[in-house]
């Protein structure tokens, strides 16, 4: 639909920009959002165009494999482990998807997630053959993680997007001997793109699903919400692992996020950076140490995590403004 610039506003206009605005919005397109005032130019009445920046609530990052499994009679798979989240829809016949000891039923037509780090397989005791398709993901999504666990019978209009999944990926993509996905020589024209789209239009309309629902236990946060709920589970990670020797990559994998965006997160919402908040607790650690008990500084360095006792003295000093020696006689003499 083309809106002439020098056409005016009219009631009937406005009404079908909002619609247009309304369809393209969910694909983060900038959108055409109202005619705030015109100005002249030219002789024209000019339209003036609000910009309205998206806010996308699931954004997959990376596509790790797609592919068929078949399984037929008595079968138990193998045990899988992978840090991307895994999507499996039941094409046809029954199956159990076991995630960490807990068995999930799954029939025809069903889907269900399976969260990073987690140790899962499927099995069927059905004579009849089952085949279940798979699709493994990278997202940094907060919202996604409602979805862990669970399964879902599609109705129409949702086993019609995951059969356009299935052909696009059959159009776009093969699997070889080693499992890894090669796009094909001359794959679908935006194939991987509206793969993706199609499996973010899936996510949200199941979260959508599950808010109508008001299920008590799916909570959405807002963005602000959501950065301190991580930051709080970051604090919280490092409080009860205050005597490891924790890598950035440790913390990484334990709340499946990227380097960069937990350093962002963190940094915006504490005004630390990881790694001196960690140091800090540390050395607040070495304190209590010092005053109630008779360990060594060598001793307490070690307990602490630290490989060179003389790093401690130092990290101490600068934090504290003592050594730690001499902080030990200041607790002595109280």
């Known amino acids: 639909m083309e809106v002439k610039l020098s056409e005016k506003i009219t009631e009937e206009n406005i009404g079908i920009i909002k619609e247009y605005s309304r369809f393209t919005s969910f694909f983060g397109f900038i959108i055409l959002k109202t005619a705030k005032h015109k100005q002249k130019q030219g002789g024209f009445d000019m339209k003036t165009y609000l910009r309205h920046k998206i806010h ?64 899962h397989f499927y099995t069927t005791d059905n004579i009849a053959e089952c085949r279940v398709f798979v699709v493994c993901f990278e997202t940094f999504s907060y919202d996604i993680k409602t979805l862990g666990g669970m399964a879902f019978a599609l109705d129409i209009g949702l086993k019609d997007c995951v059969e356009k999944i299935i052909d696009e990926y059959t159009h776009t993509f093969f699997t070889d001997e080693e499992d890894h996905l090669v796009v094909l020589k001359n794959p679908n024209f935006g194939g991987q793109q509206i793969i993706i789209l199609l499996l973010e239009y899936l996510i949200i309309c199941l979260l959508r699903r599950l808010s109508v629902e008001k299920n008590p236990d799916v909570i959405f946060l807002s963005k602000d919400d959501f950065y301190a709920k991580l930051t709080d589970i970051i604090i919280d990670y490092f409080q009860t692992n205050v005597s490891a020797k924790l890598s950035l990559t440790d913390v990484c994998n334990k709340v499946n996020y990227s380097r960069s965006f937990l350093c962002k997160i963190f940094k915006e919402q504490t005004g630390e950076t990881l790694s001196s908040y960690f140091n800090r607790l540390k050395i607040q650690e070495s304190q209590k140490l010092l005053e109630e008990t008779n360990m060594s500084i060598t001793d307490i360095s070690k307990e602490l995590g630290f490989t060179d006792v003389k790093y401690f003295g130092s990290l101490f000093k600068k934090m504290v403004g003592t050594t730690p020696s001499e902080y030990k006689k200041l607790c002595r003499k109280k």
Do not use: Q
Request: glycine share 6%; hydrophobic share 35%; charged share 25%.
């Open 56 to 119: 996308n609530v699931i954004s997959i990052k990376e596509l790790a494999a797609m592919e068929y499994l078949d399984f037929a009679g008595k079968y138990k798979d193998y045990i899988d482990y992978h840090n991307f989240w895994e999507m499996c829809y039941v094409e046809t016949g029954t199956s159990t998807l076991n995630i960490e000891g807990e068995r999930i039923p799954l029939k025809t037509g069903d889907v269900a997630f399976v969260p990073p780090e987690k140790n």
